[in-house]
């Protein structure tokens, strides 16, 4: 599995074209944990303590999984470098000095009609961008997209995504208990919800190399109306997401929280309001100025804290909220954090014994090779990109 360490151990071919920008503040060594939202770092950081997923990776998504993503988009699409989309790679090689990841991954640009990117793999990331999404945005702006894909990778998001995707699967066919069923889709429902907000994180990677808010806010703009951004207004933009959180009376409220259920991407308006928010918090221009945490001095904090932060994170999202159905609930949510500890333990017991038994399985039958995981008739083992030839989820 690659950790955010594995980034500093090759320096990359230099290239005149993407030096970074005088202006531009290199984070040196700087953590993911710096960025990192508090709901996607404390599940993130539960999911690292359950004994045997490293391994699960490395034998099963990483030997399978990785090799076929790779080898259809090397067959299928086309691989930045100095010679082949040279603009891109000089943007890509100037990100990654930001971040200070020395060891680029690999990057395809695809033909597709769809503007979209993604990150996928897990022993050796790379990122696939959409020929769309590069005729759409400005320099800055697809740089912005190429740091947001960075920032799943130094996250890990794909590799948590891919194993939960691949147990959930299991628990449908396995999990034999009264109310089973209801168990797994609460789960699925907390996986969305953490989905969106390692977007969130990804959003936050973005703005840190490009270090130019109005850039992120023209990626969520193009993303919602296309690319005549002569056309929009930023200001506008964010009345629109002012009225979505705000109009509208207790059934609005129903059916916005009914909208957002099951996306597993924030909306666009939500995502310029959310990075303002961050910005305004002061922790954008803490991390500017030196002051963030650094690769191999990550503190050992107990995940039942990182909890307590995502609860605290949630109060005080609530507390700011002018939407009338949280305004109704606002008294109600003292139970919150206990409930999330409570679904989060009940999460990483079942992909403890999911991981037990997978290498029980092994070591009674060596032969076999990495554990399988069963899945619906006729439906191959999902990918953190998606089965096969699909196209990578949008952003």
Not at 11 to 22: H, L, V, Y
Not at 25 to 54: C, M, N, W, Y
Not at 67 to 95: P, T, W
Not at 167 to 173: E, G, N, T, Y
Request: glycine share 6%; net charge negative; charged share 25%.
């Amino acid at each position: 599995m690659t950790t955010p360490d594995d980034f500093s151990k090759t320096e990359p071919k230099t290239d005149k074209k993407a030096g970074p920008k005088a202006d531009k503040k290199i984070l040196t060594q700087i953590s993911p944990r710096a960025f990192e939202h508090p709901l996607d770092r404390s599940a993130i950081q539960i999911l690292q303590k359950v004994p045997g997923l490293d391994w699960v990776a490395k034998k099963f998504i990483a030997t399978i999984g990785d090799k076929r993503m790779r080898l259809y988009f090397l067959a299928s699409a086309v691989r930045v470098n100095e010679n082949q989309f040279s603009r891109v790679h000089g943007l890509i090689l100037e990100a990654c000095r930001v971040l200070d990841i020395q060891r680029p991954p690999e990057v395809f640009v695809m033909q597709d009609f769809v503007v979209n990117a993604a990150a996928m793999g897990v022993d050796k990331p790379f990122i696939v961008l959409t020929s769309a999404l590069v005729e759409t945005m400005s320099p800055e702006e697809l740089q912005a997209v190429i740091a947001h894909e960075l920032g799943h990778i130094m996250c890990g998001h794909a590799l948590y995504t891919t194993l939960l995707i691949i147990i959930l699967k299991a628990w449908h066919f396995l999990l034999g208990i009264p109310g089973g069923s209801y168990a797994v889709w609460a789960v699925l429902l907390g996986l969305m919800e953490w989905s969106r907000k390692a977007e969130l994180s990804a959003d936050r990677a973005g703005l840190l190399v490009t270090q130019d808010l109005a850039v992120s806010h023209r990626v969520d703009m193009k993303l919602a109306g296309g690319k005549l951004t002569d056309e929009m207004s930023i200001a506008e933009f964010k009345k629109q997401a002012a009225e979505y959180e705000a109009a509208g009376d207790v059934l609005d409220s129903v059916l916005k929280f009914q909208l957002l259920l099951v996306q597993s991407h924030p909306l666009p308006v939500l995502r310029v309001v959310e990075l303002q928010k961050w910005v305004d918090s002061g922790k954008y221009q803490k991390i500017l100025d030196g002051d963030y945490e650094r690769r191999g001095d990550d503190p050992e904090k107990p995940w039942v804290e990182d909890v307590k932060d995502t609860a605290q994170d949630y109060r005080q999202a609530y507390d700011d909220s002018q939407d009338p159905l949280v305004a109704t609930l606002r008294d109600f949510t003292e139970g919150a954090a206990a409930t999330g500890v409570e679904v989060f333990s009940f999460l990483r017991r079942k992909l403890t014994e999911a991981s037990d038994a997978a290498r029980e399985k092994v070591a009674q039958d060596p032969a076999d090779g990495a554990p399988r995981v069963p899945g619906p008739p006729g439906e191959a083992p999902s990918t953190a990109g998606g089965a096969g030839a699909d196209p990578p989820e949008e952003e």
